[in-house]
Every structure is written in structure tokens, then in C-alpha cells.
């Protein structure tokens, strides 16, 4: 199993022939604005087999974005209708959304993360890992406590393992 974040991201989904369950997964290039975006974004977790989000689906959470190379690009619809995507860039009322700033880098329908289609696999373009203590935050939610909702991808990946 593996989780790729951010460069990760980008080397495993040009490693997706090697990875049963990744055929569908983008290419990331260059962001739309042309430029390295660095902020906190707003993401939606969506239904998908990912260990690392399991008993996540329909949280909105803020998370870290730090990229130059992170807009999701698909060589065909039926390429994109494949992917199993597992988070979503979203507006402030909770829409996966193409809009910048909102979308930080222009993947469509704000598509962020995917995950082959047992779960093992994922590969996520903002940073979670950036933000799994709220003091790492530069915002979040009132009385959120010591771990943010990202600390919950490596208690995923550790239930996991068994």
C-alpha cells in the first residue's frame, strides 16, 4: 500500500502501469494560474475504497496546498469517468468547484485525490500530512482538539496494517 502526496502524487501516477487498480489516474501539470499556489484550501472526501480516508467520506476539511504541478489532467472523458476520486477541491458552500481560488490549480471539478479501485493505492495532491495537529493550521474549526482530521489517514494506514 502507499499514500503519494504532492511530488508523490505526480511519480506514482506516472508509475500507474505498475499499480494494478491506477489506469485511470491523471497526469498532473502545471496549475492553471501559472502559478506555485501556497495556502490552506478547503477538500470534501468522497465515497471511494481508499484505506487512508476510510470513515472520512462527506468531511470537509481544511488542508495545506503547496504546489506549481498540481492541476489533474485526463487524456479522454472516458479516462477521467474511470478515476475514482477521493477528495475534491470545494467552494465555501461545500461544491466540488473548478473556480480559483477555491480550486487552487484548475483539475476539474476540483478532482484532488484518487485511489485505485481497492483502496491501496491513493495519491493526493494538496498536503495533508502538513496539518495533522491543529497548531499546524493556520485556521480551523472551534474546539477541534489536539489532532486535526488529517492524523486520521495514518491511524487508517496503521489499523491497516494490522
Known amino acids: 500500500f502507499a499514500l503519494g502526496v504532492c511530488n508523490g502524487c505526480q511519480m506514482m501516477s506516472r508509475l500507474k502501469v505498475l499499480i494494478p487498480g491506477a489506469r485511470h489516474w491523471p497526469r498532473f501539470e502545471r496549475n492553471a494560474s501559472e502559478q506555485y499556489e501556497v495556502r490552506l484550501v478547503q477538500v470534501q472526501v468522497t465515497p471511494s475504497a481508499s484505506l487512508f480516508f476510510a470513515g472520512m467520506a462527506g468531511s470537509v476539511v481544511p488542508v495545506a496546498n503547496a504546489h506549481g504541478e498540481g492541476r489533474a489532467v485526463f ?25 480559483y481560488p477555491y480550486n487552487p490549480n484548475g483539475s476539474p471539478a476540483g478532482q484532488c485525490a484518487f485511489t485505485t479501485d481497492d483502496g491501496r493505492f491513493t495519491i493526493v495532491m494538496p498536503h495533508p500530512e502538513r496539518v495533522f495537529r491543529t497548531v499546524q493550521m493556520s485556521w480551523q474549526p472551534p474546539r477541534l482538539g489536539e489532532d486535526s482530521p488529517w492524523m486520521r489517514i495514518f491511524r487508517n494506514a496503521r489499523r491497516w496494517v494490522g
Not at 87 to 94: A, E, K
Open 75 to 99: 487524456d479522454s472523458t472516458a479516462q477521467q469517468a474511470g478515476a475514482t476520486v477521493a477528495m475534491h477541491y470545494v467552494d465555501s458552500l461545500h461544491r466540488p468547484t473548478d473556480v
